[in-house]
């Protein structure tokens, strides 16, 4: 039989597991997607921002541009900031969308001397030239290292 501080240890542990398992089993059987948070990006930070026409030229490259924090900035510091943003493109009648660009943010005010000892930051904002004969939706993913995954969707049309 278990005695002193290793007994309480593991009743601890158990009483843990017991009380986080419903929630994981229920997040893993409804996938990665329930995991994304999603909001009007007037009002929340977090939401990454799509900025593009919603009708395309066929086969003519279009700015796509994604930022997150575009009307309320997002902090940017060594404890609390966007790490990456990923944009995607599922065509019309499509099920598999395709990856069109990953970024990932490393400056966030660091350096040998500290959190938020340095100049350095980046914004959280990207843009690409982006070409396609086919309409769909653009899927826009963001990762903040305190308030997790986000996401949003636009869709276009193609005009020729």
């Known amino acids: 039989m278990l005695r002193g501080s290793g007994y309480i240890t593991a009743l601890i ?25 999603t909001g009007d990006w007037r009002s929340e930070k977090h939401v990454p921002v799509i900025d593009c026409p919603v009708e395309f030229k ?30 995607y493109f599922l065509p019309a009648e499509s099920t598999l969308p395709y990856e069109v660009a990953s970024f990932e943010f490393s400056a966030h005010g660091e ?23 086919v309409p769909g939706v653009f899927y826009a993913t963001a990762y903040c290292n305190i308030h997790g995954l986000w996401e949003s969707a636009k869709a276009i049309t193609i005009i020729e």
């Not at 158990?14 to 009380?19: D, Q």
């Not at 279009?62 to 997002?74: C, D």
């Not at 914004?123 to 982006?130: C, G, N, T």
């Open 13 to 37: 542990v158990v009483a843990i597991v017991a009380a986080v398992a419903p929630i994981g089993s229920s997040v893993a059987a409804a996938g990665v997607g329930a995991l994304y948070r």
């Open 58 to 87: 066929a086969g003519e490259p279009t700015t796509v541009t994604v930022t997150v924090g575009k009307e309320r900035e997002h902090p940017n510091t060594a404890h609390h900031y966007i790490s990456w943003i990923r944009l």
């Open 111 to 133: 350096s040998i001397l500290g959190p938020d000892t340095s100049t350095l930051y980046v914004d959280p904002k990207i843009s690409v030239d982006f070409r396609t004969g």
